[in-house]
Structures are given as C-alpha cells and as structure tokens.
C-alpha cells in the first residue's frame, strides 16, 4: 500500500489526514497552529507530526508518496507564498522548506483552492473534472479546479469569488476594502445585511422582526413560506446567480459545488441561486450543474493528499 498524507493549515489548528491511494482515510488527527516568532515553528510542528504518524503505524519511508499541504495564503504553482498574514509569514517556499524538514515529497496549494481540490475528488463534485467551488461562510471564499487542475494564477490569487464586484452602488466596505463585493451579500454576515435592509423597507409583517437576526434564522423563515424572507432569498439568490453566471461566462465549469456555514441551509439555497442563473447567464454557459459540498472541514485534507497523488 502507499501513503499520502494530507495537510489543512488554519489560523488555530492543523488538521492532518493519513490516505491510501484510493483517498481513503485511514487516520485523521489534528495539532495547535503555534503562531510565535511569526510562525516560524508552524513547519517543523507539521514535519514532527508526520514523523511521528510515519513510526507509529510502522509506515515504510519508500511508502509514502507524499505531502500536500493546503496554506492560507496565496500561492504559485512552485509551491511559492506571498505572504500569509494570518500566520506572520512572509514570502518563501514552502514546499521546499517542508520537504526538507519531512524528507518526503511536497506540494503546496491555497487552503481554498485545496478545498476546492478535495470537493471534485471526493465530495459534492465527485465525477467531474472542472468545477468552481464558492464557500459561503463568514466570508466567501472560492477555488476554481479546471481538468483537475488548481486554476491558481500569475501570484496565487485566483478564485478569490468572493471579491468580485456585484453592487457597484453599495456604500458600505468589505473586509478588502472595497465596496460591493459578493461577499458582503452571500457571506452568513451577507445574507443578514440583506435581511435588515429589506425589513427596513418597510412595516410588512414577518417572523424575522423584532429580534437580532442570523443567517440561520433567515433560511428558517423561508422555508416556512414567511413572505418577506422569500423576498430576501430572491434578492441572494439574484446577486449569487448573477455573480456566478460571470464566473461561468470565464471558466464554463461542469459544476458548482457550494459549501460553507451559508450552504447548510441545504437544497432550497441552490433552487434560488439555480433560478436566477439561468434567467441571466449567457445561453453558452447556462447548463451548469449545481451542488452542496459534502466534506466539511474534511475537503482540505481531502484535497491536499490529491494534490500529491497527481
Ligand atoms: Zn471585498
């Protein structure tokens, strides 16, 4: 049997996944993110790890494929960072570094991309080859997966989704620094924005008045048919649809696959994102499927042990 061992790098934790060939887990453990003297330890903490791992389930060294290690930063397809602020790194290589500290093989993606990676392989977009996967979380990240391939661009930004312009009359500022992102709309924080300034409109009667509103109980609302949470929906499903039928005008994806903290509000999400998508995207790039994420926290690691077995 051979071995690929699959590394999600987060702000707080490592999480670390053992593979066979076939993408099977066969352990999975997670270790602390120790972010002192800018994260200089946060590699030879993994290398350890892996070590460790290697000697206590009696793995031959020759076994082991390799490492693939998903990073919050962007990255170039040498396995590059331009700096990872999140981590206090700046810029180097960080597949270089790892692989001498592991001895093994090593390749390096972004942490959104990667997910995006292990979405195709094994998750919601298991059967395809081209997909773009868009997570609707606290923010909106992205990753764009042509042939199988990370689509990771000149300086490792591309499918940063969730900084498209989709509102260019919006008067509050994204996270970016912009103003009218997608993100200030499908983010959970998005869709509350759209919420409270819909039920500002005016006094029509809804559950979702009277109280501090999430994400969650938006979703609840529409599905229990409350008129002015259909309203919301529509207005999401309106700048999502719209929004990703740009995407799909450049890259003509297979699929989209959406995930994040947004997307566990299920299959009723995608019916209004679906609607207006195919009211308003080019008639070339209209039969898009669409798919909710199914790994979780998991597609990282997922994707990081994809990365080296291609
Ligand atoms: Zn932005």
Same mark, same amino acid.
């Given at each position: 049997?051979?071995?690929?061992?699959?590394?999600?790098?987060?702000?707080?934790?490592?999480?670390?996944?053992?593979?066979?060939?076939?993408?099977?887990?066969?352990?999975?453990?997670?270790?602390?993110?120790?972010?002192?003297?800018?994260?200089?330890?946060?590699?030879?903490?993994?290398?350890?790890?892996?070590?460790?791992?290697?000697?206590?389930?009696?793995?031959?060294?020759?076994?082991?494929?390799?490492?693939?290690? +998903?990073?919050?930063?962007?990255?170039?397809?040498?396995?590059?960072?331009?700096?990872?602020?999140?981590? +206090?790194?700046?810029?180097?290589?960080?597949?270089?570094?790892?692989?001498?500290?592991?001895?093994?093989?090593?390749?390096?993606?972004?942490?959104?991309?990667?997910?995006?990676?292990?979405?195709?392989?094994?998750?919601? +977009?298991?059967?395809?080859?081209?997909?773009?996967?868009?997570?609707?979380?606290?923010?909106?990240?992205?990753?764009?997966?042509?042939?199988?391939?990370?689509?990771?661009?000149?300086?490792?930004?591309?499918?940063?989704?969730?900084?498209?312009?989709?509102?260019?009359?919006?008067?509050?500022?994204?996270?970016?620094? @912009?103003? +009218?992102?997608?993100?200030?709309?499908?983010?959970?924080?998005?869709?509350?924005?759209?919420?409270?300034?819909?039920?500002?409109?005016?006094?029509?009667?809804?559950?979702?008045?009277?109280?501090?509103?999430?994400?969650?109980?938006?979703?609840?609302?529409?599905?229990?048919?409350?008129?002015?949470?259909?309203?919301?929906?529509?207005?999401?499903?309106?700048?999502?649809?719209?929004?990703?039928?740009?995407?799909?005008?450049?890259?003509?994806?297979?699929?989209?696959?959406?995930?994040?903290?947004?997307?566990?509000?299920?299959?009723?999400?995608?019916?209004?994102?679906?609607?207006?998508?195919?009211?308003?995207?080019?008639?070339?790039? @209209?039969?898009?499927?669409?798919?909710?994420?199914?790994?979780?926290?998991?597609?990282?690691?997922?994707?990081?042990?994809?990365?080296?077995?291609?």
């Amino acid at each position: 049997m051979k071995y690929i061992f699959g590394v999600d790098l987060g702000g707080t934790t490592v999480k670390m996944g053992l593979f066979n060939e076939s993408g099977e887990v066969l352990d999975k453990w997670e270790i602390k993110t120790v972010k002192d003297n800018n994260g200089a330890q946060i590699l030879p903490d993994i290398a350890a790890s892996i070590k460790a791992k290697v000697s206590e389930k009696n793995i031959n060294k020759d076994d082991v494929i390799g490492v693939g290690i +998903g990073v919050p930063g962007p990255i170039d397809d040498n396995g590059n960072i331009f700096g990872a602020s999140n981590l +206090g790194w700046g810029t180097f290589n960080v597949s270089e570094t790892l692989s001498n500290l592991t001895g093994f093989k090593v390749k390096t993606g972004n942490d959104a991309n990667v997910a995006a990676l292990g979405e195709m392989w094994m998750g919601g +977009g298991k059967g395809y080859k081209s997909i773009v996967m868009v997570t609707l979380g606290t923010g909106v990240g992205g990753g764009v997966i042509i042939d199988e391939k990370i689509v990771a661009g000149a300086k490792g930004a591309g499918g940063e989704i969730g900084h498209i312009l989709v509102n260019p009359h919006e008067t509050e500022t994204c996270g970016c620094g @912009k103003k +009218g992102c997608l993100e200030q709309y499908g983010s959970a924080t998005g869709v509350v924005r759209l919420a409270n300034r819909r039920l500002a409109k005016d006094d029509k009667a809804s559950s979702l008045r009277g109280k501090d509103i999430s994400c969650k109980d938006v979703w609840d609302a529409v599905k229990a048919g409350d008129e002015v949470a259909l309203e919301i929906a529509e207005e999401f499903g309106l700048i999502l649809g719209n929004g990703l039928g740009v995407i799909a005008c450049v890259v003509n994806p297979e699929a989209f696959v959406i995930g994040g903290g947004v997307s566990k509000a299920g299959e009723i999400l995608l019916d209004y994102i679906v609607k207006n998508f195919k009211e308003t995207t080019f008639r070339g790039c @209209k039969e898009t499927d669409f798919k909710l994420a199914t790994l979780g926290n998991d597609a990282g690691i997922y994707g990081a042990a994809k990365l080296v077995i291609d």
